[in-house]
């Protein structure tokens, strides 16, 4: 168990639809960060949260929001699915906003069909 | 534009053997890298790190190398055992979020 833990592990959903994934950062770790991993890709940046504010964002969609709250727990809205969407979707937290070193989560995979 | 690269998207290696897996990056910014492993339907874990000051670190089986001037660095592994067979990503970072390679499946044979 790394620390950082992400629900719902599977989802399956229809096109059109919205999901939302949620991850519980790493005790005192104040930075949240999504990735996307599809098929054979690497893991692509999608947006950080640093106690509670966006710190950076990289290749996420318009359809795609992201927000961290107080208790520092994050979730990523995704709507409007397209089968395109399908991958995995993973969170890390790390202690500070440098992001020297992350701990990620198990990850969420999302299956649109 | 691919900023981290993994242009060996699989590796093959005999147990015993020293397996050599490569990254190049192309932003002189990143002064930070790391290798993550990643065994299927968990997260990635975090293997080892070096800051751009260096150009090796060690630790235990796992050496990593750093080739500034080439934009360049290799993670060796000796000797690789059955259990390192994993996807080996590659990740860089000039401060911020790190960009990661497309990883490199490594399978060591019995």
């Known amino acids: 168990d790394s620390g950082v833990t992400q629900t719902p592990k599977h989802l399956i959903t229809a096109t059109g639809q919205r999901v939302t994934l949620r991850c519980s950062p790493r005790s005192g770790d104040l930075s949240v960060y999504w990735y996307q991993q599809s098929l054979d890709q690497g893991l692509q940046f999608l947006i950080q949260y640093y106690n509670g504010e966006e710190r950076a964002k990289g290749n996420i969609l318009e359809r795609f929001s992201a927000q961290q709250f107080p208790d520092l727990h994050s979730e990523l809205n995704l709507s409007s699915l397209e089968l395109g969407d399908s991958a995995l979707y993973f969170c890390?937290?790390?202690?500070?906003?440098?992001?020297?070193?992350?701990?990620f989560g198990s990850g969420t995979r999302l299956t649109v069909v | 534009d691919q900023q981290v690269k993994q242009n060996s998207p699989s590796l093959s290696v005999q147990e015993g053997r020293i397996s050599i897996l490569n990254c190049d990056y192309t932003n002189s910014m990143f002064d930070y890298f790391l290798w993550y492993k990643k065994y299927p339907a968990e997260g990635p874990t975090f293997l080892i790190s070096?800051?751009?000051?260096?150009d090796k670190n060690e630790d235990g089986r796992f050496t990593v190398f750093l080739n500034k001037s080439a934009k360049h660095l290799s993670l060796h592994i000796v000797p690789s055992q059955p259990g390192d067979s994993a996807v080996y990503f590659c990740?860089?970072?000039?401060?911020?979020?790190?960009?990661f390679g497309p990883g490199t499946r490594l399978s060591v044979l019995p």
């Open positions: 070096i800051s751009s000051i260096k």
């Open positions: 890390a937290s790390s202690a500070t906003g440098a992001g020297y070193g992350y701990t």
């Open positions: 990740a860089a970072s000039g401060g911020q979020n790190f960009v």
